[in-house]
């Protein structure tokens, strides 16, 4: 699939981000975190977090003794992430830029990852999901969202991860599974 701009372009970054405000304007962006089940005390990854459009309500479903780590590879997502924090006073929430190191989330801490609306734009799906197992609990969960590429797509991916393994779907996302 072609691409209108570079997301990890400052540029294409500020489009997107726009793009994300006037679509907030008309939507409810954190209804999408109702169907993943976020319990006080989880902890949490943002994957793929972007300006951090669903950070506080899940600092606020996970609450203070719960934990929020808002990942990305673009520093401007890590700045207005940061913004948000010092704006809601989120202590509950760690941004984390990623880059060629597996960043600071801690090995099987995580009890919920999601990412949501950048799958399609990952270079290598399979180290990518490697990654993500890696941060999750053995009885933890991952919401994938197929982004911009059809579920089909997605679905090859997640199998030649060989790490996970789809426990329900819908339209929207899959929820995946450690792969006993």
């Known amino acids: 699939m072609k691409r209108l701009f570079n997301p990890q372009s400052k540029t294409g970054y500020r489009l997107m981000v726009w793009t ?12 999408r975190l109702e169907d993943f089940r976020l319990q006080t005390g989880n902890v949490v990854v943002d994957f793929g977090c972007g300006p951090g459009r669903y950070i506080r309500k899940a600092a606020d479903q996970v609450g ?14 890590i700045d207005l992430v940061r913004q948000k924090i010092d704006k809601y006073r989120l202590a509950n929430v760690t ?16 009890d919920v990852v999601y990412a949501l609306d950048m799958f399609h734009q990952v270079d290598d799906p399979v180290t990518f999901l490697e990654g993500i197992h890696r941060i999750v609990k053995p009885k933890g969960v991952l919401y994938l969202e197929d982004g911009h590429q ?24 899959m929820e995946l599974r450690p792969a006993a």
């Open 20 to 31: 994300f405000r006037i679509m907030d304007l008309f939507g409810k962006p954190d209804r």
């Open 64 to 77: 203070p003794n719960g934990h929020v780590y808002a990942a990305d590879i673009h520093p401007m997502a």
């Open 95 to 110: 941004p984390v830029l990623l880059g060629d190191k597996p960043g600071t989330i801690p090995d099987r801490s995580a």
């Open 150 to 173: 059809p579920r089909s797509q997605s679905l090859d991916k997640v199998q030649r991860s060989k790490h996970w393994r789809v426990a329900r779907e819908n339209e929207q996302w």
